[in-house]
């Protein structure tokens, strides 16, 4: 009987639960989707007990479709989307739907802290106070919901809810708590003087974990209704970029990693908090135990991709509408995409700037717009790759993970925009992968995760920059960095008068 490993990787648009044997092949796999809630602009909000419901599903079907039995699975982990606040009352019940890393309700929240702690917050956080992060959120409900708050006990992230509904025991690990800018970074406890300063009880905060450290076994109610046995081991788990980064073996500097799901990123690993990147990027905690990473986000990358599909595409696969774009050319024959239809994080932190397409001409056939949205995606990128370059990072190699490394196209296109060679991973399940590892290594089949990384992390194809293509690039990636600052105040005044409609 071969023993596996499960990693959950709770995505945005959907649940991931990958099984993965002591070689780090992946045996099976089983995914399912959950809706995104968008009341209103600036609104992104799910409900938790979709993703319980969900990941069961999941876990079923892979149980059902595979050879795999409940009796094989030694452990399990997770890889967790970000920041997204979970309340929780006094039994630990839920109170309101889950505002998610793309809410970006909370302007006057994060003004608040910034007039009441000033710099000292990046001091302490290693990151600025922005609309996505936990704190302003639960500063948010505090303001607007007080009923709500009243009743507030305890908060976590969504990874760490999943966790606590398949073990009965609450945490949260360190490199998703970094992420609530509640943390102090450096020491990976609780903030006590930012908690004093806000007026948040430290007792609402939940108590930390390694990433790789024991959480619990499957409860008695979970086995009940997953299949799953008590027997399985569950671990921390990550916040979705550091297990991205670990299954994606990005263990030093040399290499960086971009991944498009519904937000995308540009990481780079970092070894301590000496880098002075003033909250322009994010700085994280990583799943490697004292190690960190930095990131620079885009809200809306695979998002941009999913919506142009869902509006103009509804019908078709997302190979089909992808690999439309390589009928046009290189600059979608003079076409731009800004990604930025949910606002921008980095390196723009702007909740009211949108996206535009500039340039749009009569002859103009849809196959052009799905190219310049691709490609304003890793425009979008480079723009964090450049800031990378000016602050001396010498990676010379881009691990490309999530949704959007199913695609060779895109993989070439990044490629061409960074001047630098991308690779792609066996299986595009980077944050799958990490969350498997992490139970690997928490089991003991590994000593430590680098250990870990040299049997799971398989690379696949290499792409390499062609070098007219990427300097053609170079010329329309000029034009694309005029576009933020030259719509910024149409795209602002449009959303102002959005709002009053
Ligand atoms: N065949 C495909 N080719 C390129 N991109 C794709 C394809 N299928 C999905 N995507 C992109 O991948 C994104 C989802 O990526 P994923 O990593 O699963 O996201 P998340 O973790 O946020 O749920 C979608 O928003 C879409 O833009
Ligand atoms: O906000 C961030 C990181 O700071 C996002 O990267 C979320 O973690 C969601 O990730 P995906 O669902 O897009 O993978």
Known sequence: MTAVVLGVDLGTSAVKVSAINKRGEVVAQASESYDLQQSHPGYSEQNPEDWVTQTTKAIRELLKQSEITAAQIEGLSYSGQMHGLVLLDEKNEVLRPAMLWNDTRTTKQCQEITDKIGDKFVDITGNRPLEGFTLPKLLWVKENEPDIWQQAKTFLLPKDYLRYRMTGNLAMDESDATGTVLLDIKSGQWSKELCDELGISLSMCPPLIES??????????????????????VFGGAADNAAGAVGAGILSSDKAMVSIGTSGVVLKYENDTQKEYRGVVQYERHAFPKKFYSMGVTLAAGFSLSWF???????????DVVASAGKSSIGANGLLFTPYIVGERAPYADVNIRGSFIGIDGGHQRYDFVRAVLEGIIFSFEDLIKLYQQNGADFDTIVSIGGGAKSPLWLQIQANIFNCKVVSLENEQGPGMGAAMIAATGLGWFTTLTDCAQSFVHYGKAYYPVADQAEKYQKIYKLYQQVYAQTKPITAGLLEQRRSN
């Open 212 to 233: 790789i450290e024991y959480a619990g076994n499957i409860s008695d109610e979970y086995q009940e209704l997953s299949g799953l046995s008590t027997d399985i081991k």
């Open 309 to 319: 599909k869902k509006t103009f595409a509804p019908d078709e696969s997302f190979n």
